[in-house]
């Protein structure tokens, strides 16, 4: 087809579309001009049988032979005041946009994705472990001894007779050194589970990070540098903390780490019960006897651990005075992160 022919028809279509006086009308000249058996639509299915320079040539003018039409259609019938059947013509761009509701991530998440920043930065890989636990995990492992009362049913889910809902993220340490050999550097975020009354303190399920690192020559000297320079980046540069001798059967020496009261500096408020303090998480040395459980040379290794309630974190830093909060999933709570 010739490029007069191709003008041709464009001139036939705008003298045609001209004389419309309906939609309905505009639509058979659509069908007429650009549908599946038009003169336009013939052309584009010929440049198959051309050969390249003709392609291009005859396939260009019949494309833009098409916008032409497909223009002259919609202006007609946007002139016509009516621009359902069109696509596009009648659009009002004035409109404001459809607004499509925003996601946010839970607080929780929130938290600890800053918390994991943190200890990235600072040279942690990150592992996970699975939520049922065996008992020699969680506890066996761990140097719990047989009659410990956190291995009662009162205490624990247990999901079979050796299996339960691990109770923290400890057993991450164990399945973790027994897949490698120090140096090892890692947090461990998850969930963990407990069969506790709930309340404005203490829920069912709850979230920890535990922090691991074993190498020669490990002290709690590295073991203090690291906590504070997470929690002066976490909580801010003026935070002090404090560490009280506690226990824990995992790891010897134990301590339990305080943090200043960000909220009154330490003067004593209804935040920290007039203390000046929050507690914030539990750490020591790596027992001995756990080494041992995964063939490590207590001789020859040494680290530290520690563990963190993510809930507990959360609650100090967004002042939130009640846990089950946290898993009500009230959109109305959520929003204001
Ligand atoms: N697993 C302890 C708990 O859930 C927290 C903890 C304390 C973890 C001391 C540690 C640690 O790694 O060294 O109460």
Redo the contacts with the bound molecule.
């Keep these: 087809m010739s490029d007069d022919k191709i003008a041709q028809i464009v001139a036939e279509a705008r003298a045609e579309i001209a004389q419309c006086n309906s939609a309905d009308q505009i639509e058979s000249l659509r069908v007429k001009y650009l549908g599946r058996k038009s003169a336009v639509v013939a052309v584009l299915r010929g440049l198959k049988d051309l050969d390249g320079e003709q392609r291009k040539a005859v396939g260009q003018q019949a494309n833009e032979a098409k916008e032409q039409i497909e223009l002259l259609l919609a202006d007609h019938l946007q002139s016509l005041g009516g621009a359902k059947s069109s696509q596009n013509a009648g659009l009002d761009y004035t409109l404001p946009g459809k607004r499509y509701p925003e996601g946010k991530l839970h607080p929780i998440t929130r938290t600890l994705n800053e918390i994991i920043d943190i200890f990235y930065g600072m040279g942690f890989e990150v592992a996970l472990g699975p939520e049922v636990e065996t008992e020699y995990y969680n506890f066996g492992a761990?140097n719990f001894p047989p009659d410990h009362p956190a291995r009662d049913m009162q205490d624990t889910f247990y999901v079979g007779k050796d299996t339960l809902l691990r109770?923290?993220?400890?057993p991450v340490?164990i399945r973790e050194f027994e897949k490698r050999k120090p140096p090892i550097r890692i947090v461990a975020p998850g969930r963990?589970y407990r069969q506790e009354a709930i309340s404005a303190r203490a829920y069912c399920v709850f979230h920890?990070l535990?922090?691991?690192y074993v190498d020669h020559d490990v002290t709690f000297a590295d073991l203090k540098g690291v906590l504070v320079a997470f929690a002066q980046t976490y909580f801010g540069d003026d935070v002090k903390m404090r560490f009280r001798p506690?226990f824990?059967p995992?790891?010897e020496p134990?301590?339990?780490v305080d943090i200043s009261c960000f909220l009154c500096g330490g003067k004593g408020c209804r935040i920290c019960k007039h203390e000046g303090w929050l507690e914030i998480?539990?750490?020591?040395m790596?027992d001995p006897n756990v080494f041992k459980s995964v063939n490590y040379d207590p001789e020859v290794y040494s680290g530290?651990?520690?563990?963190?309630?993510i809930e507990r974190i959360a609650m100090l830093k967004y002042r939130i005075d009640d846990i089950r909060l946290f898993f009500n999933n009230d959109i109305r709570f959520l929003r204001q992160f």
């Design positions: 761990l109770t923290h993220t400890s340490q963990s920890q535990e922090g691991f506690s824990f995992f790891t134990s301590a339990e998480l539990g750490c020591g790596i530290y651990a520690f563990g963190m309630g």
